[in-house]
């Protein structure tokens, strides 16, 4: 239907059957499209054109406007793929620079840590030879939490503290060996509040040495 119209205009502009303004508007066209051009002079040499010629020219414009859609797409769906894959090269260094910097700052506050508890209080506990009792946590998670809880008392002692075990839980509890105020308390109510224990009497010697 197009490719009729177009031929129809063509003839009707050779023919001298249209407006000033529909002559104006193909010429116009014709100067953007030299095929346009070559169409209107083949038109105006043969002076018309028989069924067959019109079947051929018919399909030379088929051909023509085929080949122009097929490069419009082209550039469209060729810019579409880069818009695409640079849009996800973007996203993908994003994504990276988010897992090293989570990376590099989680290893840095390790480190720190690691640092900080260097520097705090260190703490040593072993049991003694009136001592069966032992911590459901195990001792080395015991010496972990023991020293989180002192970590901010500044002091070098060792500390004895004795204990019976009643339904896990430590009573009776006393501590001996130190000269600070803020031990015995804070000693006395992590092992009854929060160690369960296995066994009937504990004696733990604590080795406390402060570094600045």
């Not at 051929?56 to 080949?67: D, G, H, K, P, W």
Request: proline fraction near 2%.
């Amino acid at each position: 239907m197009e490719n009729n119209y177009q031929l129809s205009r063509i003839h009707n502009y050779v023919m001298g059957l249209m407006s000033k303004e529909e002559m104006y508007a193909i010429e116009r066209e014709a100067l953007q499209d030299p095929f346009l051009q070559d169409a209107i002079d083949g038109y105006k040499m043969q002076q018309g054109v028989d069924a067959k010629q019109l079947s051929i020219l018919q399909q030379r414009l088929a051909r023509r406007i085929e080949t122009q859609a097929k490069d419009r797409n082209r550039r469209f769906f060729g810019w579409q793929r880069l818009t695409v894959g640079l849009a996800a090269a973007v996203l993908l260094v994003v994504a990276c620079s988010l897992i090293f910097f989570n990376f590099i700052t989680s290893k840095q506050e390790k480190k720190t840590e690691v640092i900080l508890m260097e520097h705090q209080l260190r703490v040593d506990s072993r049991p003694l030879a009136n001592n069966d009792a032992v911590p459901e946590m195990g001792w080395p998670q015991f010496n972990e939490e023991l020293n989180s809880e002192v970590r901010d008392i500044l002091s070098t002692e060792d500390v004895i503290v004795r204990f019976n075990v009643e339904k896990g839980l430590a009573a009776a509890i006393t501590v001996t060996g130190t000269s600070t105020a803020t031990i015995g308390p804070v000693l006395i109510e992590f092992v009854r509040d929060k160690v369960k224990w296995n066994g009937t009497r504990g004696e733990i010697r604590i080795e406390m040495d402060s570094k600045e």
